[in-house]
């Protein structure tokens, strides 16, 4: 039994990875994955031409890039991507947490980070915010290493760490400033002699971020619309507040809200643990104060994913020096949102019919075929250009310049967009109806009179 429990953040670890890599193995894309898959597409310069005219940091393409470069390009490599970091997450976890403070917090925390609201999502997605949790929950760990020991070694590995988060992701290094400022008062409260350590820690890690600031700037010079998600800055902050907590099952979501109240009320008194619970408040608290200064929407609720790590890190430093029955019951709560947040995943991640799609269009394509199509935000364009880089989309002013067949992919919703000009000079032929991912769309050729 002692083995067992020595052994057991372990295994645990070895069990989170094989839930993160048992999600991979599909071909289902979403727009935002598509257009990183698109972005990485190419060579080295044209992956970081594009990536400079993005409006987050480059680090995720440049991995993304290379592991499509050594292994191929394809939807399991780039998920294998996403997921690479998570793993790394939590056997980092692994190694340094039950040093720090026991195993237990170790295990609460890679069971939390295998199971917890939006970490499987957000850690198969095609996109840099699983480098980002990664890399911020890592400093994190380093920052209460640093805490309980005062070396210079923790700083300078935080500062890296921090540094790193930053090159993934806005919010990672946003998120990471709150952790930096706790340690800071800390330090001049109670450790004034090893303050120096701190200041050279934080020095390090501004000279680290020296090139990403710079390449900041120019990104915002290149993009036409940086972080421009909606026009309403007030809206939606308890939505985001609540956000953390959001499972496909409403009961159960308000259970681990109530649970996490309970538990900053009656556990344990750890400051570092309630200091890195409350990083995820504050990082919403100023992205709304600052859109209500300036008038201007630049948050989602995903940018928040690099606090989670920190939250639930502080959270399962809490637990532990609970009665052992009430350690049970949030392992058993944990264990409820992991299954349910599973099952949500894996429904969406292999949801069936593209290899019916990917099956039709790779028999019935030809090289001078144009498509058209009605939608507002581009995404069933965006993934075909993943997905079939070779079918060209046509306004449909234009559809007279498509050399061969034409195809028109009608959304739901936008059935009478079509011109009644087209309609009276083409056949409409059906073809089938096609689905993959969160998408669907009827097909049909449009036939010459």
């Not at 191929?72 to 970091?85: D, H, I």
């Not at 944990?334 to 269009?361: D, T």
Request: proline share 4%; charged share 15%.
């Amino acid at each position: 039994m002692k083995a067992l429990k020595k052994h057991l953040p372990l295994l645990m670890a070895f069990g989170g990875s094989l839930i993160y890599i048992s999600l991979i193995f599909n071909n289902n894309l979403w727009m935002d994955e598509a257009f990183s898959a698109v972005l990485v597409r190419g060579s080295f310069s044209e992956m970081l031409d594009r990536s400079l005219s993005d409006t987050l940091p480059p680090l995720y393409n440049i991995l993304a890039w290379g592991m499509t470069q050594v292994f191929g390009y394809n939807t399991l490599v780039l998920k294998l991507t996403s997921v690479l970091p998570m793993i790394a997450l939590l056997f980092f976890a692994f190694s340094k947490l039950p040093k720090l403070y026991g195993a237990k917090t170790a295990c609460f925390f890679i069971l939390c980070t295998s199971a917890m609201p939006h970490f499987l999502h957000y850690g198969v997605e095609i996109r840099m915010y699983s480098l980002c949790l990664a890399f911020t929950s890592m400093a994190g760990i380093c920052a209460l290493d640093f805490y309980k020991k005062q070396e210079l070694k923790s700083g300078i590995f935080l500062a890296l760490f921090s540094a790193l988060s930053a090159y993934s992701h806005h919010y990672g290094i946003l998120a990471l400033a709150f952790v930096w400022i706790y340690l800071f008062i800390y330090f001049f409260l109670k450790k004034r002699p090893d303050l120096k350590k701190w200041g050279i820690s934080a020095l390090l890690t501004a000279l680290l971020c020296l090139p990403y600031v710079m390449i900041t700037i120019l990104q915002i010079k290149n993009s036409t619309s940086y972080f421009s998600t909606g026009t309403d800055p007030a809206g939606g902050f308890f939505a985001a507040l609540r956000y953390p907590f959001v499972t496909e099952f409403t009961p159960l979501s308000a259970l681990l809200l109530l649970s996490v109240i309970l538990l900053c009320i009656f556990g344990n008194r750890l400051k570092e643990g309630y200091a890195l619970m409350s990083v995820y408040v504050l990082v919403l608290l100023l992205s709304y104060g600052l859109m209500m200064i300036t008038g201007k929407v630049f948050f989602s609720g995903r940018y928040l994913l690099p606090a989670f790590g920190l939250f639930w890190l502080g959270f399962s430093i809490l637990i532990p020096k609970t009665k052992k029955a009430f350690c049970l019951i949030y392992a058993l709560l944990i264990l409820a949102v992991g299954s349910v947040c599973y099952a949500r995943q894996f429904k969406e991640e292999y949801k069936p019919g593209i290899s019916q799609m990917l099956a039709f269009f790779d028999e019935n394509l030809s090289p001078d075929d144009g498509y058209i199509i009605f939608e507002d935000n581009y995404e069933i364009e965006w993934c075909m250009r993943y997905y079939e880089p070779d079918l060209k989309k046509y306004p449909p002013e234009n559809i007279e310049s498509i050399r061969g067949r034409i195809w028109y992919f009608c959304v739901p919703g936008y059935e009478n967009m079509l011109d009644e000009s087209i309609r009276d000079d083409y056949n409409i032929v059906y073809k089938d109806s096609m689905s993959f991912d969160r998408y669907s769309f009827d097909l049909y050729e449009l036939v010459v009179r």
